[in-house]
């Protein structure tokens, strides 16, 4: 039997094609998975950085200087740190509630971002419901940090984790109050859409101007989920030794520090799209767009713009937690409760009613 050698270099040809094309297939395919984790990461580390540079200019010492310049991988070396420490398990602790509740924290916060608009076309999922599903998914991380706490068989760890679920629920209540009226401004609950109204009147037509008290409640009750000071009584060190993550150590404890960022950024984040215009400047107009005519043919300018605009008033925003660390002591539990049950929750309700009142009116 004679075979042709011509044949034999065409199937290999096409093979070796046909390999190429699936390979080329699959790294696309994870492409759009790990972009967003790769800039959520990347933001992280920026958080991390300005956070001990703004400490650092407050008390007027010198922040972390030698790890890179002006100490910019200093958070890289940390968590390079933490992933070759050992994991530490307790004894006598539920091993598996143990194990799952750092990613349970971790996880819950990460698909909040799939709703975050950064531009008008620049979303993973834009859905009806988006800032309700971010309230309901940042619900499961308090439910992480209690098995963490459970888990560790250790009574400073599991008030902490009964702290947080506390905590988490009080401040979640006006939290949703006050989305909720957001959307009632909108007529719309999702975050594309709450976005491009707040764009009708420009820079005066930003939900900040018509929802002040909201913002104000809003501000005080992401703090509070976050477990920012002076909201941080789940990892008190001066009652809980560091609460759910007393008997944590490795790249477990890593995971609760990344999740307490991670948490922030997203927090940050939905302020800037519920309050502060989202990815529209509006002081003043500026025709970019049509003096280059970059949108009109390759439609990249426009997103690239309105994820800077997004990200520059997150970062500015971000200013206000981190003072704040430094600025305010921390509550007691039953002062924390108070604000958040007898405060908070009646004014969140009394604004949820005259917004509902201005919209039957205006109809």
């Not at 984790?37 to 200087?65: D, N």
């Amino acid at each position: 039997m004679i075979i042709d050698t011509t044949e034999v270099q065409d199937i290999n040809s096409f093979s070796r094609f046909e390999f190429l094309k699936e390979t080329y297939g699959i790294i696309w395919t994870l492409i759009p998975i790990f972009t967003p984790v790769l800039g959520i990461t990347i933001g992280v580390l920026v958080i991390v950085w300005l956070e001990r540079e703004i400490s650092a200019g407050i008390q007027q010492r010198i922040g972390p200087e030698y790890a890179g310049p002006l100490g910019v991988l200093q958070a890289l070396a940390d968590g390079s740190k933490l992933l070759f420490k050992e994991n530490l398990f307790p004894s006598r602790g539920e091993t598996l509630l143990f194990s799952i509740g750092p990613s349970i924290a971790v996880i819950s916060i990460l698909v909040s971002y799939s709703v975050v608009p950064f531009s008008s076309h620049l979303i993973l999922v834009d859905l009806n419901i988006g800032v309700f599903l971010w309230i309901a998914i940042s619900s499961i991380a308090p439910i992480g940090l209690l098995m963490s706490g459970y888990g560790s068989n250790n009574k400073y760890s599991f008030l902490g984790g009964l702290r947080a679920a506390a905590q988490s629920i009080s401040y979640e209540i006006p939290l949703t109050l006050c989305v909720l009226s957001i959307s009632l401004l909108s007529n719309s609950s999702s975050t594309v859409d709450i976005v491009e109204a707040q764009s009708k009147y420009g820079f005066w037509g930003w939900n900040l101007w018509r929802q002040p008290i909201g913002f104000i409640i809003f501000l005080i009750s992401s703090l509070a989920e976050c477990e920012r000071l002076p909201f941080d009584l789940p990892e008190a060190e001066e009652e809980l030794v560091a609460g759910y993550q007393t008997e944590y150590s490795g790249i477990k404890f890593g995971l609760f520090y990344v999740a307490s960022y991670l948490n922030l950024l997203v927090s940050s984040l939905f302020v800037t799209v519920l309050y502060l215009g989202g990815w529209n400047i509006s002081i003043p107009y500026i025709f970019v767009f049509d003096f280059f005519e970059i949108n009109k043919t390759y439609g990249v300018f426009e997103p690239t713009i309105g994820m800077f605009i997004t990200l520059a008033k997150t970062y500015l925003f971000l200013f206000i937690p981190i003072t704040t660390r430094w600025t305010l002591p921390r509550l007691r539990m039953d002062q924390l409760l108070n604000l958040g049950w007898k405060f908070l929750l009646p004014i969140s309700l009394g604004n949820l009613l005259l917004t509902t009142s201005s919209q039957l009116f205006s109809l």
